[in-house]
């Protein structure tokens, strides 16, 4: 669950950021600015003024992570056949994860993989070379979209021998992470909690009261970048 790869953050983003690379060195980064909430968002209201964790959100070179082109893309890759047990349990615990958050923000399942904004798929953690994987891992790599805006992308890793109800629980948790909230709460009522429990939450006011804190802030990422030969 805690399997950000936070440390490998500046390291991914150095590797996948266009302006880093030589072949792409003319392109600036976008200055950093406040997109519109999506509806869903903007709705959202939490009258008993539950709180959020917002001071533990972790900032990136691009700003927070904000999706500013809606529907999100979801895609759900199938279990691996050495998982024979998991055939089933898997696509409906991933099911069950994505309609929690559809309740709260737009997103959409597709098939396409390369539609994906957002893929998510089952690690065997039997296999040798999988062999390091916690419960599960996120991780977002920075690319330039082909409308020259700077665009991030996700992959979130559900390790697969858990029971459904963890696996979705795991799903649930990790889509916080890749729809903005990079970091995690102190309170185990909240889904986006920085252990797993026993008896896994669902989404929650403070979950929602941070996610809604993460998208009134400025990023990078939905801006177009720059190029340095248009400049004088
Ligand atoms: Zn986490």
Request: no cysteine; net charge neutral.
């Amino acid at each position: 669950m805690i399997g950000l790869g936070l440390l490998g953050l500046l390291a991914a983003i150095v590797i996948h950021l266009g302006w880093a690379d030589s072949s792409r060195a003319a392109l600036q980064a976008p200055d950093a600015q406040v997109h519109l909430l999506p509806a869903a968002l903007a709705q959202w209201q939490d009258p008993q003024q539950q709180g959020d964790y917002f001071d533990q959100i972790k900032v990136t070179r691009v700003g927070y992570l904000i999706w500013s082109q809606f529907p999100v893309k979801v895609y759900a890759q199938p279990a691996p056949e050495s998982l024979p047990l998991i055939q089933e349990k898997w696509p409906q615990a991933v099911d069950q994860a994505i309609q929690a958050w559809q309740a709260y923000f737009p997103l959409e399942v597709t098939t396409d993989p390369n539609q994906a904004n957002i893929s998510i798929s089952a690690v065997d953690p039997t296999q040798r070379s999988q062999g390091r994987i916690r419960s599960a891992e996120t991780r977002f790599k920075l690319y330039v979209d082909d409308q020259q805006r700077l665009a991030h992308r996700f992959t979130i890793q559900v390790r697969a021998n858990q029971t459904e109800t963890y696996i979705a629980a795991a799903v649930r948790h990790e889509l916080g992470h890749a729809l903005g909230i990079w970091g995690h709460s102190q309170l185990k009522t909240d889904a986006l909690y920085f252990s797993q429990v026993r008896t896994p939450p669902p989404i929650s006011a403070r979950d929602m009261n941070t996610l809604k804190r993460v998208y009134q802030q400025p990023t990078r990422l939905g801006w177009p970048v720059q190029s340095s030969d248009a400049a004088p």
